[in-house]
């Protein structure tokens, strides 16, 4: 899966220097303001800030965007067309269903740890713009990736991988928020790298099953 260059902590205030190459300045642009966008907030995050934050003049980023809610767009675009691809090779494989669901969640966690702004800039805006004119891509990209959770989660059911019996759906939404929501607590540096946490998690998920 392609990554972006952002592979700091939310916590990073690192600048990045834009090159002339334009796909290297446009993705420039993403990673920064995907940074601004989840530590400052999408409304405080002005088109100076981003021009700021990748060092060009501000009507250089109108060359490649239209507007900041085009560079929103496409960094949710972006994410989510990655994400979504992931989900599905990660689906589709053909492993046993648990190993399915622990690819899923180790991805997770690799997200976290390498493009954490990306998620969180996804997180942040998910509610507001479900369903807006130009955004309805985000609903219809999140429900196409839920879905293909689901299976994987419904195969290892059915598997009887599972320690505890309780709905897909509910289990659906627990291994989904404790995986995703790390990214507001985690930090490169902590105690336990991603890969680890992965493990424990699944470790809590499966049980002693």
Known sequence: MPRSSDSSS?????????????????????????????????ADTTVRHI??????????LYHYFS????????????????L????????AADV??????????????????????WVLTYQNEFLRLDGQPGFEFVGEMS????AAWVRALTESAAADDFAVDVPVDVRYRLIRDATWTAVRWYRAGEPYDAATLAEQYLAVFYGSH
């Not at 021009?51 to 250089?60: I, L, P, Y």
């Not at 979504?84 to 689906?91: G, Y």
């Not at 429900?143 to 839920?146: K, Q, Y």
Request: hydrophobic residues 45%; charged residues 30%.
């Open 10 to 42: 939310p916590a990073s205030g690192r600048r990045l220097r834009v090159r002339e190459d334009p796909a290297v300045r446009r993705q420039a642009i993403l990673d920064g303001s995907a940074r601004l966008f989840a530590t400052r907030g999408f």
């Open 51 to 60: 021009a700021d934050e990748v060092e060009v003049q501000a009507a250089s």
């Open 67 to 82: 507007s900041k809610d085009a560079i929103l767009e496409a960094v949710l675009r972006a994410f989510l067309v990655d």
């Open 84 to 91: 979504e691809a992931a989900t599905e090779a990660v689906v």
């Open 96 to 117: 046993s269903p648990r190993q399915k669901v622990g690819d899923l969640v180790r991805h997770g966690f690799a997200l976290i740890s390498e493009r954490p702004f």
């Open 143 to 146: 429900a196409r990736i839920e």
